[in-house]
């Protein structure tokens, strides 16, 4: 079994900063693509940014040069630094990871519970 935690969720300002971890933890696995995904109060879940294994990115365009997402594959961890914040990106963010596991031929992907953001003054 993997299980992904995500962490750093809270309340902050508009205009402030906030850092989001995901950690993927369990046996017999490796990782592939991560990413990070969120669901606003009466809205589907959409992509906010995605990073391959090789550490290529991709942002949507409402949170692009604001927002950066990277990986520490030592610590199977992928982060999300999200700033200039508004109040349009309060939602529950998720992170997702494309898994490999070791007796398996192909992958499967992989979600944590949530974490809540929320930009408000």
């Known amino acids: 079994q993997v299980q992904l935690v995500e962490s750093g969720g809270g309340l902050v300002q508009p205009g402030g900063s906030l850092r989001l971890s995901c950690a993927a933890s369990?046996?017999?696995?490796?990782?592939?693509?991560m990413g990070w995904y969120r669901q606003a109060p009466g809205k589907e879940r959409e992509l906010v940014a995605a990073?391959?294994?090789?550490?290529?990115?991709n942002y949507a365009d409402s949170v692009a040069g604001r927002f950066t997402i990277s990986r520490d594959n030592a610590k199977i961890t992928v982060y999300l630094q999200m700033n200039s914040l508004k109040p349009e990106d309060t939602a529950v963010y998720y992170c997702?990871?494309?898994?490999?596991?070791?007796?398996?031929?192909?992958?499967?992907?992989?979600w944590g519970e949530g974490t809540l953001v929320t930009v408000s003054s």
């Open positions: 990073i391959s294994g090789a550490g290529s990115t």
């Open positions: 369990g046996s017999g696995f490796s990782v592939n693509a």
């Open positions: 997702n990871a494309n898994i490999k596991r070791t007796i398996y031929v192909g992958t499967i992907d992989v």
